[in-house]
Structures are given as structure tokens and as C-alpha cells.
């Protein structure tokens, strides 16, 4: 449908609320705390959830195991407004966090089956936006051409970048420009990510391609073209809170800022296009100040947030 060199796409106009689709399989992380021994997350959760709670009208093709295809956060997502179609998954993304000198190390329980570019419905692939959450290799190149060459789209690459194997911690591969990588429009990835090593990011994104790196409590990098150059922001959190669980923080920066894109794209490229950063900033702050699924920032959250950072 779709030509993986296309990713220049304006946002195109919509009447009433904007519309997202966002695409990944959930994982189950184990939580000794929850009576189930785990909790869902990934990127398609909180940002499925984040976007619904920013008033986008949202659609989540959501791959799940047996065991997270039951999960009582898939009915938040529901309730939140969130139109969720489940593809079973023989496995599942399975993950415990371990920190070790409070250094967060993640170990693999289970690997993910790919999410085929098959089970998206039929009348969800008209989609005009789109956000490719992996969160372990489960979405393959056929994603790049499985949309509309209008449809603009946003990456988390870090899920891309995992090397899993049961039993043994999650080891970082090096950067690599996949067709996925090419067909973004805007990408996110931490720097925790980036430690795989690989070509310097320049020699990996186009250069009408935005690139967001996150850093936890040290803020976040937005890469951007300008007048046929880039040039670089530093935002920091807004405002820094002590972390209680950073779970999530990455994937509520990111479905903030497309909320926010999404309902004022005249900002992008602008000289107030720091407004956009600035509440994906504020949503990430917020989200790790609480430890579960089901807290992440709503608009009020939001508002909040930043108007006490400007008080």
C-alpha cells in the first residue's frame, strides 16, 4: 500500500478529534507486588493509553499471549476510550527489571512472535497517523509499506534495537537505518539504547527525519531539520520529579508529544514548536512519579504541570 521512502508526509487535516493507530505487542513484566506475578506494559499500552487520556481518538493492534490477552489494563484502555483489537500471540515479550548499583538492567522471561502487517483491520489501514511501538522485534520491514504514503508516522526504535534471548538480560544491537527506520517521520529512542554502538545517528536518518533522544532525569535531545541543516534542543523534565518507577517514562514522552503534535500541527517547525516538547516532557515527568499502567497523565495532569513550572 504504502513506498518505504516515503516518510515526508504532512498531517493531514480531519474533521473532529485527531485519530491515531498505534501498533505493537504488549508485554508482561514481572511484578512480584501484583497477585498475577506480573503487569502488562510496553509501548503500545502506555501509549495507546497516554494518547486516549490526551483526547486523541485512538486504535491499538495490540499482539498479546494467552495471559496478557486477559489482562484487567486492556479493559482501562476500553474504558478510556481506546478501540483495542487483540492478535493472539503464541509468545509474548516477557521482561523483569532488575537494578543493580541503580543501574536498571532488563532480563528476558519470554521473546515476542512477530505481529504481522496482516492482522491490522481493514478499515484501520487508512490510518493518518500511526505509532510503531516494538517493543521486541515483533514488527518486521513488511510495517514500513503497510500504510498510506500520506500516513505520518512515529518510531520507537528502541524495540527494534533488542537482541533476546531467555534466561539472559536484554543486549543492545547496533543502530542500523531498517525500512521501518526509513519510513518514520519522527523516531525516539533512549540513550540506554544507543549503547549497541553503530554509524553516527547523522548517517542513519534522513535529514527531513526528527529525531528524539530521552535520558531519563537528564531530560531529553530533539534532533530536527531547519533551513537544510538540524539543529538540536535540550529539554529537560518539566519539572524533575523523583522517580518512584521510570517504567514507561520513554513511551509517555513519545505518545505525548504526537498527542500534542496531532492536535496543533501548525507548531511543528515553528519557532513554538518547544510547546510540543515541553509536554512531552511534562507527561514523562509525571508518569514516573507513580508506578503503574493505570496512572498515566491525563490532560489535567498536564496542565497542571506546566502551569506550576511557569509559576
Not at 21 to 38: E, N, Q
Not at 75 to 82: E, I, Q
Not at 143 to 160: E, I, V, Y
Request: hydrophobic share 45%; net charge negative; with cysteine.
Amino acid at each position: 500500500m504504502g513506498d518505504s521512502s516515503i516518510g515526508t508526509a504532512e498531517l493531514p487535516a480531519r474533521p473532529g478529534r485527531p485519530e491515531l493507530l498505534v501498533v505493537g505487542a504488549a508485554s508482561r513484566d514481572i511484578d512480584a507486588t501484583d497477585a498475577r506475578g506480573w503487569r502488562l506494559g510496553g509501548t503500545v499500552s502506555y501509549a495507546a493509553l497516554t494518547c486516549a487520556r490526551l483526547g486523541l481518538r485512538v486504535r491499538a493492534l495490540i499482539g498479546a499471549d494467552e495471559q496478557a490477552a486477559t489482562a484487567d489494563e486492556l479493559d482501562d484502555l476500553r474504558a478510556a476510550g481506546v478501540d483495542v483489537c487483540v492478535v493472539p500471540l503464541a509468545s509474548g515479550p516477557v521482561f523483569e527489571n532488575r537494578h543493580v548499583d541503580k543501574v536498571r538492567v532488563q532480563h528476558v522471561h519470554a521473546v515476542s512472535d512477530a505481529l504481522p502487517a496482516a492482522a491490522l483491520p481493514v478499515e484501520w489501514r487508512a490510518s493518518s497517523a500511526v505509532l510503531l511501538g516494538p517493543v521486541a522485534g515483533e514488527l518486521r520491514d513488511e510495517w514500513a509499506t503497510a500504510l498510506p504514503n500520506d500516513c505520518f508516522a512515529a518510531l520507537a526504535w528502541q524495540g527494534l534495537l533488542r537482541e533476546l534471548v531467555p534466561g539472559g538480560p536484554v543486549e543492545m544491537q547496533p543502530l542500523t537505518a531498517t525500512p521501518i527506520v526509513r519510513r518514520a517521520n519522527v523516531i525516539f529512542v533512549s540513550a540506554e539504547d544507543v549503547a549497541g554502538g553503530g554509524p553516527p545517528l547523522s548517517d542513519l536518518i534522513r535529514d527531513d527525519q526528527e529525531l528524539f533522544v530521552t535520558h531519563g532525569d537528564k531530560g531529553a535531545l530533539h534532533f530536527r531539520p531547519a533551513a537544510g541543516a538540524r539543529r538540536v534542543r535540550f529539554m529537560p523534565p518539566l519539572p524533575p520529579r523523583p522517580a518512584i518507577d521510570t517504567t514507561g517514562a520513554g513511551d509517555v514522552f513519545l505518545a505525548a508529544y504526537l498527542a500534542a503534535r496531532l492536535v496543533a500541527p501548525q507548531l511543528a517547525g515553528t519557532a513554538d514548536d518547544w510547546r510540543l516538547d515541553a509536554i512531552a516532557a511534562a507527561a514523562a515527568s509525571l508518569n514516573v512519579a507513580v508506578s503503574s499502567l493505570r496512572d498515566v497523565p491525563g490532560v489535567r495532569d498536564l496542565c497542571e504541570a506546566l502551569l506550576t513550572r511557569q509559576a
